[in-house]
């Protein structure tokens, strides 16, 4: 079992720009956290970093107590677009993430996931002739093939329509059920937060750290009907006005809110 | 073909056969004199004669194993020198501003110093047909390499795989497209400068048929030959682009009508 630690992460660009500072975020095994944040904050940054595709500036992330230096193998991902490889068959998108799976399993791995996100039959086609939504569930099947520890994924589902992605969640957390990885989700929809999340990470930007971290106490499966969720809503939004407040404190937001609305 | 197929190619043909029709006409009635621009008829008795005496087909032959054979060197060096470049900043610093440079020649003003050089038999020939396939695929591969989409690269290594586990699966498959294009500007240009090739000098070749025409004051069969090249400029595009259509299924473009 796989514990994800982000100890210090900060990230400055080649142009200056501080993308980070002194992050810290533990993600016990199974554990599904996500990051909420308004845009700049940093959240594609931190994922991007703990992703391996690129350097930080400081801080460690430690699979385990092992500090990983780049890509690695129980680190998965689904990124805010589908980016499936074009020239590959659906079929072989979501094989494209099992590269370390025996052939026969991995075929057979294909097909099972194929059926899970709806989309038995449609091994043989290209991407070109799938939806959005149809898409984005063969990316998060490649992400999955591999069974990985660890999954990252950013805003993976804010370019869809709400009934698309709200089967997306089901089908997300039925896959997470059966296979547990820690997951790591980027968001600023605070719905799926609350709906998808056991603890709920919200950034404050310029640079880009923790304002406040909240446990997400509901049980599973979650229903968005009840009172219970709808308070646990209102505090998640409740820390964001906190982390705006702070921002508009100390001067470092945009502007100020006009004293009439 | 479907009928929207055949109407097309009806309304294509309807301009060139009423110019020939008309040009016949003409010069059956005595309208039009007919020795330097030959009716349709005098055009295809000519085709007739040298196909029967087996000329135009050592001609075509000729032709052919010159594009083909330049083609293929061209080709290769551009896609090779374009990869390199492509995939090193050094080697792009190093030699893309030198390639430039040559290709800022006209590729025409190769040929007295290919002749110096290389002799005014095939191998001058060779080079020149060469050098004006090398160019369009040289930087159809550079910057096809170049383009290569950044988070289609990213997935390849979150996904583990690196270094020439990339460029098999990735980058090779997404520089298809324009290499092919190239490719096609390639053979165009190949069938261009065997022409300037054949006209430097040759005993044999579509080229060689152009001028001894013109020394010979047969325009029939100087026009012979320039439809021969067309027919055969045509066809081999349509075999590049029918032997490479099964690499580019995937393709969401207009492309898949051609
Ligand atoms: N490659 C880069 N070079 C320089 N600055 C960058 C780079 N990538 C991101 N930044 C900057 O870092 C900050 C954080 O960007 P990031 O993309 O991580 O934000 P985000 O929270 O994912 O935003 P969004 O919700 O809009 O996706 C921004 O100010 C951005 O301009
Ligand atoms: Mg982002």
Redesign the interface.
């Known amino acids: 079992m796989t514990t994800l630690a982000i100890d210090g992460l900060g990230k400055t660009y080649a142009d200056g720009t501080e993308a980070l500072r002194d992050m810290h975020i533990m993600a016990r095994s199974g554990e599904i956290v996500a990051i909420l944040g308004g845009s700049g904050c940093g959240k594609t940054t931190l994922l991007r970093l703990t992703a391996g595709l690129d350097q930080p500036s400081a801080g460690v992330i430690a699979i385990d107590g092992r500090p990983i230096g780049g890509t690695h193998p129980a680190i998965s991902a689904v990124f805010q677009e589908p980016r499936l490889l074009p020239w590959l068959t659906v079929g072989r998108n979501i094989a494209f993430g099992g590269r370390r799976i025996a052939k026969p399993e991995r075929q057979r791995r294909v097909g099972d996931l194929l059926e899970r996100i709806g989309l038995a039959g449609y091994g043989a086609r290209w991407p070109k002739d799938l939806s959005g939504g149809q898409q984005q569930r063969v990316a998060i099947a490649r992400a999955l093939i591999g069974h990985p520890a660890i999954l990252l994924l950013d805003e993976p589902f804010s370019a869809l329509d709400a009934f698309t992605r709200a089967s997306l969640h089901e089908l997300l957390l039925a896959l997470w059920q059966e296979l547990r990885p820690t997951i790591l989700v980027v968001t600023h929809d605070v719905d799926e937060a609350v709906f998808l999340a056991d603890r709920v990470v919200v950034m404050r930007p310029r640079p880009g750290r923790v304002h406040e971290a909240m446990t997400i106490g509901l049980p599973r499966p979650r229903n968005k009907l009840t009172s219970e969720y709808d308070i646990t809503r209102r505090n998640v939004l409740r820390a964001i006005d906190r982390s705006l407040a702070v921002d508009r404190a100390t001067g470092s937001g945009f502007g100020t809110v006009s004293p009439w609305v | 073909m479907n009928w929207g197929n055949l109407r097309g190619w009806l309304t294509a043909l309807a301009v060139p056969v009423a110019l020939g029709v008309a040009w016949e006409v003409a010069v059956r009635t005595g309208i039009a004199p007919g020795r330097l621009m030959p009716p349709p008829s005098r055009l295809a008795h000519t085709a007739g004669a040298l196909a029967a005496s087996g000329e135009l087909q050592t001609h075509v032959a000729a032709t052919m194993t010159r594009v083909a054979i330049g083609f293929g060197i061209g080709a290769f060096a551009g896609t090779v020198i374009g990869m390199v470049t492509g995939a090193s900043e050094t080697a792009r610093r190093l030699l893309d501003p030198s390639i430039q440079a040559l290709r800022a020649i006209p590729s025409i003003a190769w040929v007295p110093i290919f002749i110096l050089w290389l002799g005014i038999f095939e191998t001058s020939k060779l080079a020149l047909i060469a050098l004006g396939v090398f160019f369009p695929v040289y930087l159809g591969m550079l910057s096809a390499i170049q383009g290569v989409d950044r988070?289609?690269v990213?997935?390849g290594?979150?996904?583990?795989?690196?270094g020439i586990g990339i460029m098999l699966?990735?980058t090779w498959?997404?520089v298809?497209p324009t290499w092919i294009a190239s490719l096609r500007s390639g053979l165009g240009l190949g069938f261009m400068f065997v022409v300037a090739a054949e006209l430097m000098g040759a005993s044999e070749g579509l080229g060689y048929l152009l001028l001894d025409g013109q020394q010979m004051g047969r325009a029939d069969s100087i026009l012979v030959a320039m439809i021969v090249f067309a027919l055969l400029g045509k066809a081999s595009d349509g075999v590049l682009v029918a032997l490479t259509r099964p690499l580019l299924?995937?393709?969401?473009t207009v492309r898949s009508r051609l």
């Open positions: 988070k289609l990213e997935v290594r979150v996904f583990g795989f690196s699966r990735i498959p997404a298809l299924r995937w393709q969401d």
